[in-house]
């Protein structure tokens, strides 16, 4: 017969799988999502590689391809709860953003010189977003790890993550302004779009093999962690906003008048 603990650790087990395969799904499908429209649609529509990733929406083979792919990671991204308030605010916000990438298409013939257009205002924000979140949010889970020094080289990952995040559209952007329709050349939109989306992937493998490492879902469901306070007068700050508290600390938690009063108020 099985315990009252045995099956809360595998609830435990079952919700911080969830949280992996969510992030371990956005980076494989951003990942398989280049290389599926390169290939598919040169085997399936016999042509080479079009002028951007945008414009296998006009493929008669990838169109419901691209467009899948986009929607499953914009919805995964809304499921995704993050650390923070702000850090779940910018990812349901990306995840909109997603699907309109979607849903609105670029213009068919790959002319440059129009301006962006509303698809391609769209897959900026949907970087801008992802890049705040990988800047500024990324970081607040570092104080869980044990090494300062692989906490300081993380942030440093992330931050250069999302500044590319940031780039990289920005650059496919004047690169299809710039080239001429039909050059060969316009083919670099395709692979700087791709390296976009391959530093996105980048983000969410990277930001699951930290989480995994210190078990951070784990505590936040145990009430473990709390925000870090604010470190003595002339000692630097480790990376990271949140810090794990002491066994003692959780009972003096579940045993507090408040406590009670929420328990009491719940059931």
Known sequence: MRTKGADADDLQKHISGTYFSLRLGMGLLAMALPLALWVGGWIGDGKGLRCSMSAYYFSPTMRDKFVGLLCAIGLFLYLYK?????????????????VLIALVPTSSDCEGGKGIGAHGVFAILFFIAIAY???????????????????????KLYRLLGMLMVVSPLA???LAESLQPGSPGRSRVFFVETFAVLTFAAYWL?????????????????????????????????????VQIA????????????AGDRKSTSG
């Open 133 to 155: 979140v990988s800047i500024f949010r990324a970081a607040d889970t570092l104080s869980l790890i044990k090494d300062p020094q692989k906490a300081d080289r993380l942030r």
């Open 82 to 98: 993050g650390f923070s308030r702000q850090e779940n605010w910018a990812l349901n916000i990306a995840g909109a953003f997603a």
């Open 247 to 258: 066994a003692d600390d959780v009972l003096r938690l579940d045993s507090s008048p408040i």
């Open 206 to 242: 990277v930001k699951s093999g930290e989480l995994s490492a210190t078990d951070a879902e784990k505590l936040a469901l145990e009430r473990k962690l709390k925000p870090a306070s604010p470190p003595p007068a002339g000692v630097e700050r480790r990376p990271g906003k949140l």
């Open 172 to 174: 496919a952007v004047i």
